[in-house]
């Protein structure tokens, strides 16, 4: 045991623990999508999610075995695969920025990225009259594309790396401006104005396959590149020097890491709206299993951003029944204190 | 020997001090750009025209300056200085040029207060003004209190002022999905901040809640003044430096708190009055008199543009975020770079 090293998380100390760490979470991830298929406001058990998924066609006489096939495979099923496209990009996509800006408290909420998507879909549904999401998901990714942009250039100003608070409050910045401009458009539409509203909330309520389909590729794309990154992103963490001295080009991997980054969060708020404090929190625990590899940051990341979005959206079923409460307002009531305690913390914040 | 002089020369130069010129031209512009707003609508009026009808009964004009448009210029200017000293009174308080009833969730409060009340209550105007006061205090008092730790330091106020914003905008998004469109229309046009709705009956109540407040404002003058010099130095002055801090914040706060209560929050301009108005004074503190008029001629002329430049008329608020997020996004830039 070395002084230096703290030891209590389980995944610090060994290879193994990681394994184990990493079985845990993915128990956890099965658990959660279980829970996501079950509950609702037509409740079942397991063995009936599991025939409904396993079973072909059911008898036409068997009226409650066709509902509850029809709840599981028809609308909750794509609504899972979308909690776990959601969580997975977010999560993974605050990872790389809090890695790219070593700023603990980056999310691609607080820097702005999704008020930049929010932006250009309000300008998709406003001015364009575009009202599906797989038309707007190249606004979302345009968005989020041109805000990772602005936060980076001016984390960039003076030729160093912003402090955490100059990031935090371009980030503030920048989605006043964005969300002054969102509800212009909002205000002069009254059309726009239920669309964006809806969308604005965060909800996973009435999406299907058409909202993930056109989007999926996007997320994954992202998913692959970060994981590609994720040892260029560690010698990153040596500081900038250091980095270029072992060979890595810092540049292309801050510019890679803004694509990953406009990919994941763009397309994970193309389709759910604006989710926030998921790419805050997730991987500050993925930190504390993994220590401090990107690869293991990212990788737990990914499992563990769709267990809470999983879990937030099925507290959002149950808790105000039988209305629901969207995911990005279950998220936002977890995630503030997470980040008021963060910043609490008597310890100097700096990654 | 010389650099034992005094350098800003203040003591010695005989005739108006800066200060004071910069404050009478700011008067006299503001004026000007009065009359000038008060001529534009659908029934334009050139400045002159506009000043006979202030003095005089000129039949249809004076009726639309004075009815339609006065209240709603007064309003602009006499609310645009109340935000403004509130700002001057936040950032010297916080010593940060980014502190701001903005900052600290207080509009964002004040919605949440006002969509509750509006729910429990039906849409009201009380229950508009009590929901603003109720909702914005009990933010920032919520705020304040998470981010004290052996005292206030400015970021930890920041971030947690952004977590509880944060948490509370998306609970305002779900409050308004839960009413009917035209409710969340109207709760939003006042969310977005807006002089449009301000006639005589809403102007004056709010004019002289915000008279009451101008002695106290100047009773904490002096004490503010040594407050910039630091603790310490405030209070070898003779100055009780925590009871003045809270009387201090409680002004600020109330100066707001009135406004958005009236208007709704109108973002940014107690953030960036006091800033112009240090630079135009080139004072070392911030100076309340030229924060008022620098807030005055900034919510003016966002009005202005809101209203009459814009292809369709919006809420003034909303040009303020977006002009004000500009402004500081191009301080924190500037800040960088000095720092760099």
Known sequence: ?351 | MTALRPSTGLVTRRGPSRGTVTAVVLGLLLALLALVAMGLGDYPLGPVEVLRALVSDQGFDTVVVTEWRLPRVLAALVFGAALGVSGALFQSLTRNPLGSPDVIGFSTGSFTGVLVFTIIFGGSTLGTTGGAIVGGLATALVVYLLAYRRGIQGFRLIVVGIAVTAMLHSFNVWLLLQVQTEVAMSASIWAAGTLSLVGWERLLPAAVMLAVLVPVVLGVAGPLRQLELGDDAAAAHGVRVEPARLVILVVGVSLTAIVTATTGPIAFVALAAPQVARRIARSAGLPLGHAALVGAMLLLAADVVAQHLLPTALPVGVVTVVLGGIYLLNLLVREARRAA
């Open chain 1, 1 to 351: 045991m070395k002084p230096q090293r703290e030891s209590r998380a389980p995944g610090r100390q060994s290879p193994g623990g990681r394994a184990i760490a990493l079985l845990v979470l993915l128990a956890l991830l099965v658990v959660a999508v279980f829970l996501s298929l079950a509950v609702g406001s037509r409740p079942m058990s397991l063995d009936v999610v599991w025939g409904a998924l396993t079973s072909g066609d059911v008898p036409a006489a068997d009226r409650a075995a066709a509902a509850d096939r029809a709840a599981v495979v028809d609308l909750r099923l794509p609504r899972t695969v979308l909690g776990i496209l959601v969580g997975a990009g977010l999560a993974v996509a605050g990872a790389i920025i809090q890695a790219v800006t070593r700023n603990p408290l980056a999310d691609p909420g607080i820097l702005g990225v999704t008020s930049g998507s929010a932006f250009m879909v309000a300008v998709a549904v406003g001015f364009l009259g575009i009202t599906t999401p797989s038309g707007y998901v190249w606004f979302a990714l345009a968005g989020a594309l041109l805000a990772s942009v602005v936060v980076y250039l001016i984390g960039s100003a003076g030729g160093r790396s912003a402090g955490p608070a100059q990031l935090t409050l371009a980030g503030v910045a920048l989605s006043a401006v964005l969300s002054g401009l969102v509800s212009a458009i909002r205000l002069t539409d009254p059309q726009s104005f239920a669309a964006i509203q809806t969308w604005e909330s965060g909800s996973f309520q009435d999406r299907g396959w058409d909202v993930i389909v056109p989007v999926l590729p996007f997320v994954l794309a992202g998913l692959l590149l970060a994981l590609a990154l994720a040892g260029s992103l560690n010698a990153l963490a040596l500081g900038d020097d250091l980095a270029s001295a072992l060979g890595s080009s810092v540049l292309r991997t801050r510019v890679l890491a803004v694509v990953a980054v406009t990919l994941l969060a763009g397309g994970a708020t193309a389709m759910g709206g604006p989710i926030i404090f998921v790419g805050l929190m997730v991987p500050h625990v993925a930190r504390w299993i993994a220590g401090p590899d990107q690869r293991w940051i990212i990788t737990y990341s990914m499992l563990l951003g769709p267990v809470l979005v999983l879990v937030a959206d099925v507290l959002g079923r149950v808790v105000a029944r039988p209305g629901e409460i969207p995911v990005g307002v279950i998220t936002a009531f977890v995630g503030a204190p997470v980040l008021i305690w963060l910043v609490r913390r008597s310890r100097v914040i700096g990654l």
